[in-house]
């Protein structure tokens, strides 16, 4: 396994510039042939998950002056991290992760994907289609695929038709998905970087859903302020936040507000990193530059191409690149044994933030990073060996040794432990979720 999985290591380190030498810090271990699928996700939970550790220990390093720290990957770890919002138990409650609208309906020529986990995407999906929730299935049926996927984009909603690899490919997105890299980073200026003397990195949290807040998730566990800010108008899935919120604190602010506004803009002054997931230009018009940041922004589908500026979600993102037909069939679709694009990407943007600290830390620079799901979904169908070990489904293991149970405001919440790790890491978070919105918007004081 060790070939396999420092290969994925490596590409990755490579892509966010890190010294080539460093990934030698890396080792792996654990029960083989977990996360089974058509397409190697076991290898880009693992590779993911490696390159954000490494990140951490350079990072960690770097602070104090010493040797990178080694780095030890558990397979049983990542898998069971990669599906943490199946293994919550709230108060004993197992959690709600798809509504009933959430799901692959048949059409009139194929299949559509639909997304409905929040009331205003439900109600966006009925709009565009004329019927109450009850009527969906039969109001799809009789449509064709990507009428549906047109519809309900126009209506504010979010559906896609089911697409091959090869229909992907030649798909305007997919092409611009093909010909960006993975990720992209880039230094804007000379600025000096914009740390809080004496006190933790602060990061302005301003993702939704999984993929973000598994970054930010990830950089709470390293130590830092992480304060998440939501418009109070859209409240998070509950089960989400109790899956995503550890380390954190979560406030609410209507940016249309101006009193509000002006409290976004001293929390962002104070800020150290800006981590956002809202589709890309969607917070331009609250969103200044800062000398100084490093800001990070994760979309679905990318900044180029026609669908630069829809939302999107990992499950759509398998649908439209045609994972869903490798995993399934274009007669019966699949999926992947975990949400792996967001939480592979998450781990990924921790990373990416990470490494421009480390950078920043020598070099200075305002520095930007973005990263896409479909990137992530092309870096798993393209960029990547098949996996061997244990991918026909063989693997077995108990995942109790990495679940943790925990008191918090939200009930006893049984959780995934978080797989990044290295000599001398945190084990856990200092925290649990708080409810939802309930924290002050301000950074703590040193």
Same mark, same amino acid.
């Given at each position: 396994m060790a070939d396999s999985a420092s290969h994925g290591t490596e590409q990755l380190w490579a892509a966010l510039g890190g010294d080539p030498a460093l990934t030698a810090r890396v080792s792996y271990g654990g029960p083989p042939g977990l996360l089974a699928a058509r397409l190697p996700v076991m290898e880009l939970a693992r590779a993911t998950v490696a390159v954000c550790s490494l990140a951490a220990a350079e990072h960690a390093a770097g602070r104090t002056g010493g040797e990178t720290p080694a780095v030890r990957v558990d397979d049983g770890a990542v898998a069971t991290a990669f599906v943490s919002e199946r293994h919550l138990l709230v108060d004993g409650r197992a959690p709600v992760t798809f509504a009933p609208l959430s799901r692959f309906w048949r059409t009139s020529d194929g299949w559509?994907? #639909?997304?409905?986990?929040?009331? *205003? *995407?439900?109600?966006?999906?009925?709009?565009?289609?004329?019927? %109450?929730?009850?009527?969906?299935?039969?109001?799809?049926?009789?449509?064709?695929?990507?009428?549906?996927?047109?519809?309900?984009?126009?209506?504010?909603?979010?559906?896609?038709?089911?697409?091959?690899?090869?229909?992907?490919?030649?798909?305007?997105?997919?092409?611009?998905?093909?010909?960006?890299?993975? =990720?992209?980073?880039?230094?804007?200026?000379?600025?000096?970087?914009?740390?809080?003397?004496?006190?933790?990195?602060?990061? /302005?949290? +301003?993702?939704?859903?999984?993929?973000?807040?598994?970054?930010?998730? #990830?950089?709470?566990?390293?130590?830092?302020?992480? /304060?998440?800010?939501? @418009?109070?108008? /859209?409240?998070?899935?509950?089960?989400? *936040?109790?899956?995503?919120?550890?380390?954190?604190?979560?406030? &609410?602010?209507?940016?249309?507000?101006?009193? %509000?506004?002006?409290?976004? %803009?001293?929390?962002?002054?104070?800020?150290?990193?800006?981590v956002t997931g809202y589709r890309p230009g969607a917070l331009d018009h609250y969103r200044p530059t800062r000398p100084g940041l490093v800001v990070a922004q994760l979309s679905a589908w990318g900044d180029e191409g026609p669908w630069g500026g829809r939302r999107g979600f990992d499950s759509l993102v398998q649908a439209a690149s045609g994972i869903a037909v490798v995993e399934g069939s274009a007669e019966r679709p699949g999926a992947l044994p975990a949400q792996a694009l967001d939480h592979g990407s998450g781990y990924l943007l921790a990373a990416a933030v990470l490494r421009s600290l480390t950078e920043q830390r020598t070099e200075g620079g305002t520095r930007l990073v973005r990263l896409a799901l479909a990137r992530t979904a092309r870096f798993l169908t393209h960029g990547l060996s098949p996996?061997?070990?244990?991918?026909?489904? &063989?693997? &077995?293991?108990?995942?109790?040794?990495? +679940?943790? #149970?925990?008191?918090? @405001? =939200?009930?006893? +919440?049984?959780?995934?432990? @978080?797989?990044?790790?290295?000599?001398?890491?945190?084990?856990?978070?200092?925290?649990? @979720?708080?409810?939802?919105?309930?924290? &002050?918007?301000e950074w703590i004081k040193a």
């Open positions: 559509v994907r #639909t997304h409905a986990n929040y009331p *205003h *995407h439900r109600a966006a999906l009925s709009a565009a289609l004329g019927t %109450d929730e009850d009527g969906v299935e039969a109001a799809i049926a009789e449509r064709r695929s990507r009428e549906v996927e047109d519809a309900v984009y126009a209506a504010g909603g979010l559906a896609v038709a089911l697409r091959t690899p090869e229909e992907w490919a030649a798909h305007p997105q997919g092409a611009a998905a093909a010909r960006q890299p993975l =990720l992209t980073r880039e230094r804007l200026d000379d600025a000096a970087p914009r740390r809080t003397p004496g006190g933790p990195l602060r990061v /302005l949290d +301003l993702t939704r859903v999984i993929a973000g807040p598994v970054a930010t998730r #990830t950089l709470a566990l390293l130590g830092a302020d992480v /304060l998440r800010i939501d @418009p109070p108008r /859209l409240p998070e899935l509950p089960d989400q *936040h109790a899956d995503t919120g550890f380390g954190k604190r979560s406030a &609410t602010l209507d940016l249309d507000s101006p009193s %509000d506004r002006r409290t976004f %803009d001293e929390l962002l002054d104070g800020a150290d990193v800006l996996q061997a070990d244990g991918a026909d489904g &063989t693997g &077995t293991y108990d995942p109790g040794h990495w +679940l943790a #149970t925990t008191g918090s @405001p =939200l009930g006893e +919440l049984r959780h995934a432990l @978080p797989p990044v790790a290295y000599e001398g890491s945190p084990a856990d978070w200092s925290r649990p @979720p708080g409810a939802w919105g309930s924290d &002050t918007p």
